[in-house]
């Protein structure tokens, strides 16, 4: 992900080059116009060189914001398949399970068993728990 938040960086400095070179190119043109005895504005070879910079600076601040929007667009697609979802089965009645099932829908299992060392609540199937290190007892299936 480095390198596309370094392209989204590069897009942003072309837009602010964009905004830059039109302010130039207005600060040029407003120099290089005048107004003559009928009130005409009359631009100068300067002031036409102004002008030409404000369309180029709007261009590359088009271009720059284009290239963000395309750029931008891919990033918002990606899901990952929760992983709670992928092959948790109750241990009792094999029923498919989420991860964080407080108990089985079908038979009623309990899914999840307090660690003695912290008190955490945590999956059936643990050992040990992550928490705190404690080893957990095994899980007691109720048969019957
Ligand atoms: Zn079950
Ligand atoms: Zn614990």
Not at 13 to 39: C, K, P, R
Not at 67 to 72: A, E
Not at 84 to 106: A, E, R
Request: charged share 10%.
């Amino acid at each position: 992900m480095a390198s596309s938040n370094g392209e989204i960086t590069a897009k942003t400095e072309i837009v602010g080059l964009g905004i830059l070179v039109a302010v130039i190119g207005f600060f040029i043109a407003s120099a290089g116009m005048y107004q003559n005895i009928f009130g005409v504005v009359i631009l100068t070879s300067l002031g036409w060189i102004g002008v030409a910079l404000v369309f180029f600076g709007v261009a590359i601040l088009v271009i720059g914001l284009i290239l963000k929007d395309t750029d931008l667009a891919p990033d918002q697609t990606p899901s990952p398949i929760p992983p709670q979802q992928i092959g948790y089965v109750c241990p009792q009645c094999k029923t498919p399970v989420m991860l964080d099932y407080m108990s089985c829908p079908n038979c009623g299992l309990l899914l999840k068993k307090k660690c003695p060392g912290c008190g955490q609540i945590v999956p059936y199937e643990w050992r040990v728990c992550a928490y705190c290190n404690t080893k957990l007892p095994a899980h007691k299936i109720n048969k019957g």
